[in-house]
């Protein structure tokens, strides 16, 4: 069984559209997170949640809005997308947020925008 | 902001040579974890660091967090071809990550 897991793994759209990548995680761990990895390979961090709740929210545009339903689950919408979005998005969960947590990151979201 | 920067951001090694990459943070870090990253794949998590001064060993891996807590090493000894990736310090809480060190090994 996959332990973080994302969908889509690839995904193609044109610029303006809006878009959504789901993730879900098994390992019963309070906390998620969704960082961006861009072309260069910096990995930062945009939001985290722990137990439903938003705890970390980096300098993100405010057309990216995180949304977790339930502690096992924290999904990106994506509206108007900019060329600028293109990147490789990661899913993460560990088991809290403070202190040392080892992080369990997901297969990762290549996201082109055209 | 917390700055966590990492050198060399390349590094090309025959097979059989040495590897280190370096991690400094512009603040004290209460821990320090590193994570590898192989080519189309995901971080995985490899090590965690909590004491100043600590040095611990996976196998040709040695983990080495500074005395005062701001700069971490990871030495890899006599490289192969699957020490391929990026290497990533992370510090803050763990979800402040460095800026990577690529690594490629040359059969």
């Known amino acids: 069984d996959t332990a973080v897991s994302q969908t889509p793994k690839y995904l193609v759209t044109q610029m303006g559209n809006d878009k959504s990548i789901k993730c879900e995680q098994n390992?019963?761990?309070?906390?998620m997170y969704w960082y961006k990895q861009d072309s260069k390979k910096f990995l930062k961090i945009m939001f985290s949640?722990?137990?439903?709740?938003?705890?970390i929210n980096e300098t993100v545009p405010n057309r990216f809005s995180p949304k977790s339903p339930d502690k096992a689950h924290l999904n990106l919408h994506i509206n108007s997308l900019e060329l600028g979005d293109s990147a490789v998005y990661f899913c993460?969960?560990?088991?809290?947020?403070?202190?040392?947590?080892?992080?369990?990151f997901g297969p990762g979201t290549r996201l082109t925008v055209l | 902001g917390q700055q966590v920067m990492q050198i060399p951001q390349y590094q090309h090694v025959q097979e059989g040579e040495d590897f280190t990459t370096y991690c400094n943070s512009s603040?004290?870090?209460?821990?320090i974890q590193w994570y590898k990253q192989r080519p189309g794949g995901h971080p995985v998590f490899l090590i965690q660091?909590?004491?100043?001064?600590e040095v611990k060993k996976q196998k040709r891996l040695t983990f080495q967090f500074g005395e005062a807590k701001k700069n971490s090493s990871l030495h890899i000894t006599a490289t192969q071809t699957t020490d391929v990736g990026t290497y990533f310090c992370?510090?803050?809480?763990?979800?402040?990550f460095g800026t990577g060190t690529r690594l490629k090994v040359l059969a």
């Open positions: 993460a969960s560990s088991q809290g947020y403070q202190g040392a947590n080892t992080q369990y």
């Open positions: 949640y722990n137990n439903k709740e938003l705890i």
């Open positions: 660091l909590v004491k100043s001064g």
């Open positions: 992370a510090g803050i809480d763990g979800y402040i």
């Open positions: 603040t004290t870090l209460s821990n």
């Open positions: 390992l019963g761990h309070d906390t």
